[in-house]
């Protein structure tokens, strides 16, 4: 498992060093991405973090809502 600080300039950017460090095994094929990362992408009102494995090429994300009405 890859040991990173939680640096960053935004809170977006904290979460996926949280992410980076706690959650790169792959759950399809148990492979551990030590040199992984997980992507961010936001769109106003919601945040998605997605990891593709290097060894079978399975996709996670990781969608939060910023609130709203």
């Known amino acids: 498992m890859s040991h990173r600080n939680d640096v960053g300039s935004t809170p977006f950017d904290r979460m996926a060093s949280h992410m980076d460090r706690e959650d790169l095994d792959c759950p399809e094929c148990g492979h551990e991405d030590e040199d992984g990362r997980w992507r961010v992408q936001t ?27």
């Open 43 to 69: 769109s106003g009102g919601r945040v998605r973090y997605t990891h593709v494995c290097p060894s079978c090429g399975a996709i996670r994300k990781r969608t939060y809502d910023l609130g709203g009405e």
